[in-house]
């Protein structure tokens, strides 16, 4: 659920109309909502409520907004990081260094150093070599760092390829059947402290079998682990469940999802820890867009809206589907293909669309787009950086400033030799 709906026939973001956001910040804008946060990562925790030690790290790079992070780490969460950059989010957002989780297959060894000074919590190791460099970074610095082996199940998430990453293909992880061996060696390397295992087998997952398998195989893995002699005190699960992107989508709810771990993770004595992204940040977040003219086409209608592929990826990344609707909706209705202004015919939302009527000026939303959404967002044909606003009852403020292209522009220079 979220706190996006019509108030006297207007969308509005709580008790906010969007029109008055689009009115005073323009369009494209994002807007978040932050009961909609708050509830989700509340829901999430409460799902897991019935395991007895749990961690939860926040994918950072779903919405690695400041303000967002800040609500994250009030709510109690930590973060799963990617970069150094993501690492100096969550620290400025004030989550806790121990709180913190390094995941990825190309830390570089200025990131693993970086995140060995700020005394990040776990790093989870995604193949021995970079088991190797990192213990020799942390005896070079005198530190110790804390990690987990993070291990490709060979499941299929049964999910979309480009967000797949439990495959033997795919290449996150060390193989399965490889991963006993390069444990040990790792855990008897100096500077590094092996305290368990990692597995995250895909995003937008909407079944919960693969996963179910997966941790299945990865508790196996712990037992023999702990049969050879070694500590696994923590079990990270990854994240990945989907979240519903088209009215009347039916996925597992996260009580489902912390059944199922239950079920599984039953006698493994360990502290579980968890990744969630889109479950989180998906439903929290609209894309603000105004319609800039209706084309008339040979089929369908164009609908060109001013939120382009370069504010909202995910369609022409992956196929991606946004609800879209209108902010003031005239109870008409229109078959249309919406598309942005860039050009790439891959700058579409939808084709053959049934959608609310729009006309030339007035506003729409694509929905759900709070995960994965403005964090792709880039500047391709020198349009803006898309800005980012928060919601909290009737108080708004924007949490990301527009990037304008001459602020963009500034940044570049013509060498003296071509002048
Ligand atoms: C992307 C990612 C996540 C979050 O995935 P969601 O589908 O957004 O929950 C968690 N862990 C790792 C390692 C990831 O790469």
Redesign the pocket.
């Given at each position: 659920m979220d706190h996006f709906g019509l108030v006297d026939g207007e969308l509005h973001a709580e008790q906010v109309p969007l029109a008055a956001i689009a009115r005073e910040v323009g369009t494209p804008v994002y807007v978040y909502s932050r009961a909609t946060l708050s509830r989700h990562a509340q829901v999430f925790r409460e799902a897991l409520s019935a395991l007895p030690r749990v961690h939860i790290a926040f994918?950072v790079?779903?919405n690695p907004n400041l303000a967002v992070l800040r609500l994250l780490a009030n709510e109690g969460y930590g973060a799963?990081v990617?970069s150094e950059g993501e690492m100096n989010r969550a620290l400025a957002a004030g989550m806790k260094a121990q709180d913190i989780v390094f995941?990825?297959v190309g830390k570089t060894r200025a990131e693993l150093a970086a995140a060995l000074r700020a005394g990040i919590g776990q790093f989870?190791l995604e193949s021995e070599e970079e088991g190797v460099e990192l213990s020799a970074i942390a005896q070079s610095l005198d530190a110790r760092a804390t990690c987990t082996l993070?291990v490709n199940p060979d499941v299929d998430a049964r999910t979309h390829a480009k967000?797949s990453?439990g495959k033997a293909e795919n290449k996150?992880g060390v193989a399965y059947d490889r991963a006993a061996g390069i444990y040990a060696r790792l855990a008897g390397l100096p500077g590094l402290e092996m305290r368990g295992l990692?597995v995250?087998i895909?995003?937008?997952?909407s079944d919960l079998e693969p996963s179910r398998q997966a941790f299945v195989r990865m508790g196996a893995l712990m037992e023999e682990l702990r049969a050879g002699g070694h500590t696994v005190s923590h079990m990270d699960l990854?994240?990945?469940?989907?979240v519903p992107y088209k009215a009347g989508d039916a996925l597992p709810t996260p009580a489902d999802y912390g059944r199922m771990v239950a079920e599984v993770a039953r006698d493994w004595d360990v502290t579980l820890m968890f990744?969630?992204?889109?479950?989180i940040t998906g439903n929290s977040g609209v894309l603000v867009t105004e319609v800039v003219r209706v084309k008339q086409g040979t089929g369908n209608p164009w609908v060109v809206v001013d939120a382009a592929m370069n504010d909202l990826a995910r369609p022409a990344m992956y196929d991606a589907w946004h609800d879209f609707a209108a902010v003031k909706p005239t109870g008409e209705a229109m078959t249309a293909n919406i598309v942005g202004p860039i050009c790439e015919s891959s700058d579409t939302f939808a084709m053959a669309r049934e959608i609310d009527a729009v006309k030339a000026g007035e506003l729409a939303v694509f929905r759900t787009a709070g995960?994965?959404g403005a964090t792709m967002a880039n500047t391709y044909n020198s349009r803006a950086l898309v800005p980012e606003v928060m919601v909290d009852g009737e108080k708004w403020a924007i949490v990301a400033n527009r990037i304008e292209p001459a602020a963009i522009l500034a940044a570049e220079q013509v060498p003296d030799w071509l002048r």
């Open positions: 994918a790079k779903s799963d990617v995941s990825g989870n993070r967000i990453t996150f990692a995250h895909g995003s937008q997952i990854g994240g990945g469940l989907g990744e969630p992204g889109r479950v995960a994965y």
